[in-house]
């Protein structure tokens, strides 16, 4: 038999008036360690700023940590753990048991902030005449801070990677006098020359889909959409980058259609370059300038800016670290990086041990246990850091000659020339397909890919010296020095500088033959003479491309070899050259792409070489 059942009557309780969401929720806390504020801070011209607030529960007199940002203020610390060493992301971990307070702000128009977003806005001035900046917005919060946070000391520093370090290095343009230290990570600095959105010209066509996840909502976005799995195909498919763009409704987008419009190193760039900016407004405040050996977003700034600096005699503020890490590596784990392993944590121990004391020594009035040197560099060939008091280490240039028979010398050789047929309708990819940009394993190891799928191809070409009979040191900023002709009237150099290991390695047999990029950059032809304005290349005329390549601390060891690849496409990364003179390469026609053969000179012909900042201390 079934048990049966009675029939009850409904009572007043079993029915829900009105929403089932209370108006507040506020659960107990009791378990919590720390306690967290949001408020809206107010800006100099009213627009309220959204601002969370994070304090370890019973602080007194602790330091301010904040950042600013486009990505959501309320990411990094989750909002359901109530331990904070569990709760923040694992940048903050090492502050937490230092005993810090945490402040993350969204900048105008993004997120919960008010205001109108303008991506990474200029500065007040020609390009901005309205009355408040980054500057001003860092200004404004940090004063609100200092006088409203009681459990703090009202003093605070600065820190953040990328963007982030952008809105930190725009702080110090004009600093707040409670802004006693920072630390730019890997910021945005100069967008034409070496840094998200260009490399000296050519354009990097997955800043696309951050154009789309950035720019086309308040919160969070998507990237452009793709009909195939393969991003190689897909940007192969859609024309030149200007095309494809607007074929997804890119010219409703603002930033877009200034940054299509202005191709060349013209005022638009050169007026929002920081590094410019702060040696125009040098700033008081004790600075340490990040970025990582193989930082596949940006890569020029911290640098740069801090060799701009030092050149203008700011030598007290400053100080510069790059680690062996890709780009915003240094809030992550920093053990390896592709096949690179490194003994330790590389991050975690620079986090603790230095970038912490540094803080430290201006926030709480600490001494550092060991004296914190001005410049640090990893060395990734022999797996430790190496301190400098400056930077370039080195900066005399030794030149290492291309010469016959894909050789390369330190001597000067014979007259030559090689030559390869650079096809736009068959260009070299980065890393080997498929390429998909939302691969994060792909893309944050792409500057450490060996390149044997490149050597390969009959359009790239390679230069190697004799394996080594002794160590050779470069410690510094290497340059590439192409003299070339050209049968078409523009063109794209690309120049590597690798380490290729032995072929066998006993200490990791998979690396044996590993070609090993350490420093590789691109350069647009038509701005050879002048950055601010393209001129056509005369074909078949031995003309000069000379461009700056990234920093590097390395050994080649003996055995190795070293070898220079060039080639003249670099996709879907960077955007590809038509290779025939056209006035804006964002909207070339499909006819404007051609075939055409480019030969590299040697020798008196024209004396293509590398300049490497070779030591000569080892
Ligand atoms: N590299 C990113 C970015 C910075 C600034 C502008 C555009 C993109 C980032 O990681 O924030």
């Given at each position: 038999l079934l048990a049966g059942q009675s029939v009850t009557p409904v009572t007043p309780d079993m029915i829900q008036q009105g929403s089932d969401i209370p108006k507040a929720w506020n659960p107990p806390k009791d378990q919590w360690n720390y306690i967290r504020r949001e408020v809206m801070i107010p800006m100099r011209d009213g627009v309220k700023l959204h601002t969370v607030i994070v304090i370890p529960k019973g602080a007194k007199n602790l330091p301010m940590l904040f950042e600013r940002g486009p990505y959501d203020a309320t990411f990094d610390v989750k909002p359901s753990v109530p331990i904070l060493r569990d709760a923040v992301w694992s940048a903050l971990r090492e502050w937490v048991d230092d005993g810090y307070i945490f402040v993350s702000q969204d900048v105008r128009g993004k997120y919960a902030s008010q205001g109108d977003y303008v991506m990474t806005r200029p500065p007040r001035g020609p390009l901005n005449p309205s009355n408040t900046d980054d500057t001003t917005d860092a200004y404004d919060t940090i004063a609100w801070l200092a006088k409203n946070v009681p459990e703090s000391n009202g003093k605070v520093g600065m820190i953040g990677s990328s963007y982030d370090g952008w809105t930190v290095a725009m702080a110090l343009l004009g600093p707040n006098p409670a802004l006693k230290v920072a630390a730019p990570e890997s910021p945005m600095v100069d967008g034409w020359r070496g840094?998200?959105?260009?490399h000296n010209g050519a354009f990097r066509q997955g800043n696309l889909d951050y154009f789309t996840e950035q720019s086309t909502v308040a919160g969070a976005a998507n990237p452009v959409p793709r009909l195939g799995y393969d991003d190689y195909q897909t940007y192969l498919d859609g024309g030149a980058a200007g095309v494809y763009a607007n074929a997804h409704g890119f010219q409703q987008l603002p930033f877009w259609n200034r940054l299509s419009a202005h191709p060349a190193y013209d005022a638009f760039w050169q007026l929002q370059a920081i590094d410019k900016l702060e040696v125009a407004h040098p700033s008081h405040v004790p600075t340490m300038w990040l970025q990582g050996l193989w930082d596949q977003e940006d890569i020029y700034g911290a640098v740069h800016t801090f060799e701009a600096l030092d050149k203008a005699g700011d030598k007290d503020n400053n100080h510069l670290v790059m680690g062996p890490w890709y780009h915003s590596q240094i809030n992550r784990e920093g053990r390896s990086l592709g096949p690179l392993l490194w003994p330790g944590d590389t991050t975690a121990d620079f986090r603790k041990n230095v970038l912490i004391p540094f803080f430290d020594q201006y926030l709480k009035d600490e001494k550092p246990a060991h004296p914190l040197p001005r410049v640090m560099v990893y060395n990734p060939a022999e797996k430790h850091w190496e301190s400098f008091s400056d930077w370039p280490a080195v900066r005399q240039l030794t030149p290492l000659y291309l010469a016959a028979d894909h050789q390369l010398s330190f001597a000067q050789p014979a007259a030559g020339e090689d030559s390869y047929v650079s096809d736009p309708a068959k260009p070299i990819p980065f890393v080997p397909q498929p390429i998909r940009f939302d691969d994060r394993a792909q893309w944050t190891t792409w500057l450490v890919q060996d390149q044997r799928f490149a050597a390969s191809r009959p359009d790239v070409i390679s230069f190697e010296t004799a394996p080594l009979d002794h160590a050779v040191s470069v410690q510094g900023d290497p340059v590439a020095d192409v003299f070339a002709k050209i049968t078409g009237s523009d063109v794209d150099f690309v120049v590597k500088i690798i380490d290729v290991y032995p072929p066998s390695f006993a200490e990791q047999p998979e690396m044996g033959g590993y070609e090993l990029p350490i420093s590789m950059d691109i350069f647009r032809g038509r701005y050879r003479k002048d950055l601010a304005v393209p001129s056509a290349v005369p074909s078949n005329e031995v003309q000069e491309y000379k461009f700056g390549l990234p920093s590097v601390n390395y050994v080649f060891q003996p055995g190795h070899r070293i070898m220079v690849q060039i080639q003249s496409t670099w996709f879907p990364v960077y955007d590809r050259n038509p290779q025939t003179y056209v006035p804006n390469i964002f909207f070339a026609k499909p006819e404007d792409y051609r075939a055409e053969t480019i030969s590299v000179m040697h020798g008196a012909d024209g004396e293509s070489a590398v300049l490497l900042p070779v030591s000569e201390s080892r």
């Open positions: 840094d998200d959105w260009f």
